[in-house]
Every structure is written in structure tokens, then in C-alpha cells.
């Protein structure tokens, strides 16, 4: 089943924070997030691998809630090269099969 | 280190017609991924193959797609006929984890317009 992510999307300015979330009906052990820009392919940012696990990538951190299934990507400080479409994927109960959700469209303007 | 490599780039044809895409993975990766993203939509996996089995392929439309992994190394992936709602990308991906849990690697797509 494919994750819910919201919103769909967002327009920030330079500078401002935000929040994409994404969650399963089923029960999670992973959360996978990309970020593809337009006409672009999609690029990795990161992975979580444990309940309440967070990592980061510059100014960009993730969690993960397993009792929720639910995983959040925080975008701190905005940069115009931060824009794009931002995916989660979650993997099938073999792990080996990735289902990305709809995306959440993000835009930073100047 | 060489990215994933894709061909062709773009790809128009009539619908009933055949088509076919290559790619390349990044050298010494084990798993390979073919997706389809629809405009506006995540992408979604077809086919997975382990150097050159098939791992699962549960979401590939076998009456008309069909996809080869020689000697575990280039893939192709063809679909015969098309249909007007085969439009998409055609991204393939690969990964040096073979449990598939890890990062992937994209390639730049194949944007596919069946008319």
C-alpha cells in the first residue's frame, strides 16, 4: 500500500522552515526519503531504520515514529536549491521492494 | 564514479507499436530496479532484478512489458504494444545491497509519449 504524504504542496520563502510528513496503514521498519527535482531523477537523502530514529543532512532531518508508522522530513532554514519534489518509501515486509508515496511538492522563492 | 546510464532519452511512438529502453547500472551494483513515474506521481517499481534473476516483478504488466537482465549486468525493458497510458519516465535504478533496503541510485529516464 502506497504512504500518505502531506501536503502536497508548499511554498516557502528563503530562510523559512517546514515539515513533510508521511504515513502508512501498515506497520513500518524503515522509511526511505528522496528528493527529485524538476526533469530530474531522483536523489537520496536519507534512510531511518529504528523507531524514534533521526538523522540529518545539512539542514534537512528526518524521524521516524514506528508505534505511529509515520516519518517526517524537517527542512530547516530554506535554500532556493532545497526546491523540488520530496518522496518517501517505505519497504514491503521482504524489505526489498520500496513504495514511494504521492510526493510533496516544495517551492523556496527568493 | 559513473552514474546509472539510460538510453534513449526520450521516446515517441504510435500506440500498438514496440519500444525498448537500456540501461546501464554503476559498476559492481547487484540489484537493479525498473520503475514507472506517471507525471505527478511517485514512481512506482516494476521489476527488481539480483544480479541477473528476477526478485519480484508482481507489478510488471507481463501481457505487454517484459524485462531481461544479461549476464547481471546491462537491462533492457520493452513493452509490446504500447498503450496510450504507457506515457511516463522510465527510471531505472541499482543498488549494491542485495537485500534492496538500501540507497538507490537513479538514472536520468526515459520519458516515454505514446500517441
Known amino acids: 500500500q502506497q504512504p500518505v504524504q502531506s501536503p502536497q504542496a508548499v511554498i516557502l520563502r528563503e530562510g523559512e522552515d517546514a515539515v513533510i510528513n508521511c504515513s502508512s496503514s501498515?506497520?513500518?521498519?524503515?522509511v526511505h526519503w528522496y528528493r527529485q527535482k524538476h526533469g530530474e531523477a531522483p536523489v537520496f537523502l536519507m534512510i531511518?531504520?529504528?523507531?524514534?530514529e533521526q538523522k540529518g543532512h545539512e539542514k534537512i532531518s528526518a524521524s521516524f515514529n514506528e508505534k505511529k508508522q509515520q516519518s517526517s522530513l524537517y527542512l530547516t532554514a530554506s535554500q532556493l536549491s532545497y526546491s523540488g519534489t520530496y518522496f518517501c518509501?517505505?519497504?514491503?515486509?521482504?524489505?526489498?521492494?520500496?513504495?514511494f508515496g504521492g510526493g510533496t511538492r516544495l517551492m523556496v522563492k527568493p | 564514479e559513473a552514474g546509472v546510464a539510460q538510453s534513449p532519452r526520450y521516446k515517441i511512438i504510435e500506440k500498438r507499436q514496440s519500444v525498448a529502453f537500456w540501461c546501464n547500472p554503476i559498476s559492481g551494483h547487484a540489484t537493479l530496479y525498473w520503475y514507472q513515474q506517471i507525471l505527478g506521481q511517485g514512481p512506482k517499481l516494476l521489476i527488481q532484478?539480483?544480479?541477473?534473476?528476477?526478485?519480484?516483478d508482481s507489478q510488471l504488466p507481463k501481457d505487454r512489458f517484459s524485462a531481461e537482465r544479461l549476464k547481471g549486468v546491462d537491462s533492457t525493458l520493452k513493452i509490446q504494444p504500447a498503450k496510450l497510458e504507457d506515457s511516463a519516465v522510465y527510471l531505472c535504478a541499482s543498488s549494491p545491497w542485495t537485500s534492496g533496503g538500501g540507497e538507490q541510485f537513479f538514472g536520468p529516464g526515459t520519458r516515454l509519449t505514446v500517441l
Open positions: 501498515k506497520a513500518l521498519y524503515s
Open positions: 518509501g517505505t519497504p514491503n515486509n521482504a524489505g526489498n521492494m520500496l513504495t
Open positions: 532484478f539480483q544480479n541477473n534473476g528476477v526478485v519480484d
Open positions: 531511518l531504520l529504528k523507531g524514534g
